[in-house]
């Protein structure tokens, strides 16, 4: 099976693995904070704050910002459960809103739209999420621009998109964000097993965020409001989590983020082959880049309204070897959503998007030859209608 997607781990990532696992430190040590200023670096954020995964990232970052019960955040469908999930998690309510047609990320369209009826109905949200739907990001310009005229704060999910670019800078500076989120899962660009990473500008921010991560407890002695008996001491002043990545994950974070350069490259090269190959093919291909340039997390393909249906293409994929997936089922139809109150009918460009779509494999180390399998593949079965 040639899977959608698959991590690289080289001999110096192994390495530098085993060499913290002799080392005096196991879990979150000197390596965290290392990794920390590599990322950071990277992105051209002030601050970066590791955790064991996005989804605990992305509740650290709603709490930072003071999400609690009783606030809204908005979301689009177009992504994993986790992004709206945060905000449950946190105690508020969710709500979304629709994609764009094409780049299936959140539409600053719509959101206008919707902040225009939430004002009248006095519903706005305290936090919008957008997600970089593929790796492209949305756009933050116009996000940005609602954000300061309706009073919400944004934190963007990153996932897919380190390495990415937007206005020439990269996705995680922040500029016109509070923070953003990357996941460091095995499937995304690069991996530290499970992990996840938060960027910001805000020192406050970067704080909270690494005093949530481990149970709410500090040393600061800014911070504490007793007097210090001693070395021992620290306070807990709010509810906080174990959210802490390892010293291992760590290292083999900054090894594998030395090739981040490489991988967006190896991707990019891969999106526009298949671009290449598929022209000819009766379907939908990504849009083509701007000047923003996308990290090519997915490559999604969508099926016009006369081919076979998706289900149906998909299973004969899977039976000839072709690891596709689809990303994703529209979050507001989970069961757990509808039993919120959201149903089918809500988010129609959402959900037209997911009756089509399939995500064709795609990582750096694809050879040629598995590439032109696929297509072929594909062709052969878009042919047999
Ligand atoms: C993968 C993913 C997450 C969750 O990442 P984890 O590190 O697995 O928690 C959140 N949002 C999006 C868009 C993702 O693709």
């Not at 939908?284 to 999604?300: C, G, I, K, M, Q």
């Not at 072709?322 to 757990?336: A, F, N, R």
């Amino acid at each position: 099976m040639i899977p959608y997607g698959r991590q690289e781990v080289t001999q110096d990532d192994i390495d530098a693995v085993v060499d913290v696992m002799k080392s005096d430190f196991l879990t979150q040590g000197p390596e965290v904070e290392r990794f920390e200023r590599a990322f950071a670096d990277e992105v051209q954020a002030q601050y970066a704050v590791a955790s064991n995964s996005a989804t605990s990232s992305l509740h650290l970052a709603y709490l930072a910002l003071g999400i609690g019960p009783g606030d809204i955040v908005w979301t689009p469908p177009i992504s994993f459960v986790s992004t709206a999930n945060a905000a449950r998690m946190c105690g508020a309510d969710v709500d979304f809103v629709d994609v764009d047609p094409d780049t299936q990320c959140m539409s600053a369209d719509a959101l206008r739209d919707k902040l225009i009826v939430a004002k009248s109905a006095g519903t706005l949200p305290k936090l919008v999420v957008p997600v970089h739907f593929t790796g492209r990001s949305c756009d933050m310009a116009a996000i940005s621009e609602l954000g300061g005229e309706y009073n919400f704060r944004i934190v963007e999910d990153a996932a897919h998109a380190i390495g990415a670019a937007y206005q020439s800078k990269p996705v995680g500076a922040c500029e016109y964000s509070d923070i953003a989120v990357f996941s460091l899962h095995p499937v995304k660009i690069i991996t530290t097993g499970e992990g996840g990473m938060a960027t910001t500008n805000d020192a406050d921010l970067a704080s909270r965020m690494a005093t949530l991560r481990t149970h709410g407890v500090t040393r600061d002695p800014d911070v504490v409001t007793g007097p210090i008996p001693g070395d021992w001491y620290y306070e807990q002043h709010e509810l906080g989590f174990n959210y802490r990545m390892t010293d291992m994950q760590a290292a083999l974070g900054t090894s594998q983020i030395k090739r981040l350069g490489d991988y967006i490259q190896g991707r990019r090269a891969i999106a526009a082959r298949y671009d290449k190959l598929l022209a000819e093919l009766p379907l939908f291909r990504p849009p083509v880049e701007t000047n923003d340039l996308s990290a090519w997390h997915l490559y999604v393909i969508r099926l016009t309204d006369d081919a076979i249906p998706r289900a149906q293409v998909f299973a004969e994929l899977r039976k000839r070897g072709i690891g596709v997936q689809v990303h994703y089922i529209p979050v507001h139809t989970q069961p757990y959503y509808a039993e919120l109150g959201f149903t089918s009918g809500d988010m129609p460009i959402s959900e037209d998007y997911y009756e089509r779509a399939i995500s064709l494999p795609m990582f750096p180390t694809l050879t040629k030859t598995d590439q032109d399998t696929v297509v072929e593949t594909l062709s052969d079965i878009l042919a047999s209608d």
